[in-house]
């Protein structure tokens, strides 16, 4: 990057009167970061990150940090930090303070922690001898803290299996405090998640648009059973996490096919799985032999994180586009979630890819058995005329059993989560029972994980996060959640808010200058 | 044993408004009231042009697309006790069914039938959902151009065989929504039960026949008035929508 052009993004950022201190000092970060230059690549790998065919989710020039890191935070409680200077938690106080301190010093591409933990299983053993009220009462605080001082809708918190009363109380405070932060799941499974709880995340859904919802006994079989959901919905190994995110565009891939199916699934999508698989290295290396984050890193010192709990994620999208393109070559014209061809070519894309996933060595990510991880990807503000993911189209989704018969067969490919979007209508509300029969089934019959909209609440889901509709409306003058501007750019450039039913096209996170 | 066709109005693999959790419902063609508030007047003529015919094996097959998802199967109306045979074989057949037996049935019905027809019903169905449209015999038959002798009989007689699910009252303003009509109807469904679960629909002008559409619309003053008679009478299990 030029100097003087350096300068004038450092300028405008310090000039610009609608951010914060904090969203001043990580924006100043980035441009410093972006600076340098990006760990090298080959020729055509640069022209396919150039052309935005693979895209790196403009992690920043020089991975300094991990994209994701999930701390296992059970060992901060159990045996304390030297980093930190903390014993073992004793009581629940202690153990609220030893989380939120720790949280304040993870790394993370926005700033915040993107993963606050199995929270229930963390505090359940200390609320044993606290009573409900002071349960209820000390939860909101920590509630409302997270949410003052962690501002980012990123920010991502676990609940279940169990049913437990720090679970129950959490989703109450939910209702309750309407907020943006924590991002939330529920990690549901048969044997062991009661109808009782299920409904009442349903409940909470209803108040304020979390929880997600994720098929545990699948994430267990494909990540082991310490896993956390972070983020934008990334299942990935606790303890660890992964290095990058980078997602190749199937739709971009699919514009510069000829031919027959044959050669998109045996030529081309090898290709670019290749090229993707290139940078993603490049940026593992930088990470782990360049800037030795796991050499240095406390959360590794202090047994929180490690490096053979480590993975990448290799994201896609624009699977809707790639279908239509490839078949409109084939002169047989369908369309995703509409045309059982193009469902059932949409499959073979995804295990072609998956397949080409599986086969391809990544370095440092033992976590995962030497492979990268599977991710469908949902999006980010300037994605534009292209579908997040593997959805079908916004605003084209077939009736509700078309859409999850259409969606469910591909889950099963996607370990680092999925994430689809079903929009509920209004009637929804006065059967609460009806959505956990739908959960049910949509786990029954394979779905990994999915959330749920319904437009009367205060809360607009930019695909991965939440934002309040009130915050939108004022976000001229700023705002205190740094992942309101995302969501202010995501509205303005596909009308996310203008949608009947509610159903919100894709978006990620962007840690770049840009908003 | 050859089971019966249906005259079919609509099929729906997912609802959530006819019953406990997530359903399938068959809408069947035809039903003996003429209900002036009806919201799906088409489905009254039983033998409409055009009328879709469907057999129970028909069904089944869409009833397993959508199985893992549902917590049972509906048969709603036009009356579905107009095709009781259809009924009975459909819920027989679900019942028969390995993958099938875990759904609930429940049937949604004016109420309109004699009890050798519920006799027939009684043994494969879970719940019924019964509309009492008015307790005065004469406003019912305003309401609908039938006496409710048989209504009130059906709902005391599923009642007693512990199947009366819910019944439901749609106040039609002008018509019954009088505090002297919700007060009697109170009484007489807390004598009945006062645990009966009871479902208080506003009349909505949505889907009405043109020469009702007149009408007001339920207020939901109108709906929490009535609300209030109900568990004055003593209800405990009151729902308004």
């Known amino acids: 990057m030029e100097l003087l052009e350096l300068r004038r993004q450092a300028r405008a950022v310090i000039d610009d009167p609608a951010l914060t201190y904090r969203q001043r000092v990580h924006r100043l970060a980035a441009i410093a970061e972006n600076a340098l230059e990006p760990p090298p690549v080959s020729a055509e790998c640069a022209e396919a990150l150039e052309k935005r065919v693979v895209c790196d989710l403009y992690e920043g020039n020089a991975p300094y940090r991990p994209r994701y890191v999930l701390p296992d935070y059970a060992v901060l409680l159990e045996r304390g930090s030297s980093f930190l200077e903390l014993a073992p938690a004793r009581d629940l106080d202690e153990a609220l303070a030893h989380l939120l301190i720790a949280y304040t010093q993870v790394p993370s591409i926005t700033g915040y922690p993107v993963w606050l933990g199995d929270l229930d299983a963390l505090l359940e053993p200390y609320a044993a001898d606290v009573d409900d009220a002071e349960l209820q009462r000390r939860l909101r605080l920590f509630w409302i803290s997270l949410d003052r001082m962690l501002p980012d809708a990123f920010t991502h918190a676990n609940l279940g299996p169990r049913d437990t009363r720090v679970g129950r109380t959490a989703l109450r405070l939910e209702r309750e405090l309407l907020q943006v932060v924590p991002n939330l799941s529920l990690k549901v499974d048969p044997e062991l998640t009661p109808d009782d709880l299920v409904r009442d995340a349903v409940e909470t859904v209803f108040a304020c648009g979390q929880p997600h919802f994720v098929n545990h006994p699948m994430m267990i079989a494909g990540l082991g059973p310490a896993y956390g959901v972070a983020s934008c919905y990334n299942s990935l190994p606790a303890g660890g996490g992964s290095h990058t995110l980078v997602r190749l565009n199937l739709a971009e891939v699919a514009l510069r096919h000829q031919g027959s199916r044959a050669t998109f699934l045996d030529e081309l999508l090898p290709h670019y799985v290749e090229l993707t698989a290139e940078l993603m290295q490049a940026r593992i290396l930088h990470l782990v032999e360049e800037a030795r984050f796991f050499e240095h890193s406390w959360l590794v010192g202090d047994g929180l994180l490690s490096l053979d709990r480590y993975t990448a994620m290799f994201g896609v999208f624009g699977l809707a586009e790639a279908v239509a393109r490839v078949l409109e070559h084939e002169g047989t014209p369908g369309s995703y979630g509409h045309d059982p061809a193009a469902d059932q070519l949409a499959h073979e894309i995804l295990e072609r890819v998956a397949e080409l996933v599986a086969t391809r060595p990544m370095p440092y990510c033992e976590g995962s058995g030497g492979r990268a991880l599977l991710h469908s990807q949902s999006g980010i503000d300037s994605d534009l005329g292209v579908t997040a993911g593997c959805r079908v189209p916004v605003g084209d989704e077939p009736a509700l059993l078309e859409h999850l018969r259409t969606v469910t067969p591909n889950h099963a490919l996607f370990p680092a989560g999925i994430s689809d979007v079903l929009a509920f209508d209004e009637t929804t509300r006065r059967n609460p029972e009806a959505v956990v029969d739908v959960i049910r089934g949509a786990f029954r019959t394979g779905m990994r994980d999915f959330t749920f909209n319904l437009d009367s609440n205060d809360f607009i889901r930019i695909t991965g996060y939440l934002v309040r509709k009130s915050d939108l409306a004022k976000i001229e003058r700023g705002a205190r959640h740094d992942s309101t501007f995302l969501g202010a750019g995501s509205v303005a450039q596909s009308h996310v808010d203008r949608r009947a039913p509610k159903r919100v096209v894709a978006d990620e996170l962007d840690a770049g200058p840009a908003r | ?241």
């Open chain 2, 1 to 241: 044993m050859s089971s019966t066709p249906v005259r079919l109005a609509d099929v729906v693999p997912f609802s959530w408004v006819d019953g406990p959790g997530n359903r399938f419902v068959v809408f069947t063609q035809g039903c003996p009231f003429d209900c002036l508030a009806c919201h799906n007047p088409e489905t009254i003529p039983p033998h409409p042009p055009g009328t879709r015919h469907q057999t129970v094996a028909g069904l089944l097959t869409e009833i397993r697309l959508a199985e893992p998802y549902l917590q049972g199967v509906t048969v709603s109306g036009g009356e579905a006790t107009a095709q009781w045979r259809f009924v009975r074989d459909l819920f027989r057949a679900v019942r028969a069914d390995p993958r099938l037996r875990r759904l609930t049935t429940y049937v949604d019905t004016n109420g309109h039938a004699l009890p050798r027809v519920w006799d027939a019903l009684l043994p494969v169905t879970d719940g019924f959902m019964v509309d009492l449209k008015a307790l005065d015999p004469d406003v019912h038959r305003r309401l609908t151009g039938r006496g409710n002798g048989l209504v009130l009989d059906s709902i005391r007689y599923l009642h007693d065989r512990n199947r009366l699910a819910e019944v439901r009252l749609l106040l039609v303003p002008g018509h019954n929504d009088s505090a002297d009509q919700l007060e009697r109807t109170a009484a007489w469904l807390a004598a009945l039960d006062p645990e009966v679960r009871v479902v208080v629909i506003g009349f909505r002008r949505h889907g009405v026949r043109l020469e009702f559409s007149g009408t007001p619309e339920a207020t939901p003053e109108l709906l929490a008035r009535a609300r209030e008679a109900l568990e004055d009478a003593g209800l405990r299990n009151v729902v308004t929508v």
